[in-house]
């Protein structure tokens, strides 16, 4: 699902597939976190109150659609948005709808502190920073 060339005939048609994949609220939700920057399962899987096991279908799906890309640090794999030029869209259309409430905040906790109840490497402070 990468952006393709705009003078394409089937632009309309892969607006639609963009639009059918955004159309799910939890790979809404990721990439909204994805957005403020890469996060492991586990760390998505806190924040979102997700079933790990939904999430990483979900993942699978943005993936396949070449919306999210992954690194493997260890035992962890990372995603981030592959095209973050997606997020102002998303964005905007939260704006649209959610007027001045909308705020990518809500999906994000502060950089640099760990994430209450994830066992990731970054939350617990056992990262190896070197390998990023």
Known sequence: MSPKNPRNKNLPRQMAELFRLLGQPARLRILLMLGAG???VCHLE???KLRQAYISQQL???REAGLVDSRRVGRNIYYRLKHPGLLPVIQSAGVWLGGEHFSLENYTHPPG???PGCICP???GEENTEAL
């Open 60 to 62: 699978m799906v943005l």
């Open 46 to 48: 806190t924040a979102l």
């Open 113 to 115: 502190t760990g994430l």
């Open 38 to 40: 890469e996060a492991c």
């Open 122 to 124: 970054r939350c617990t």
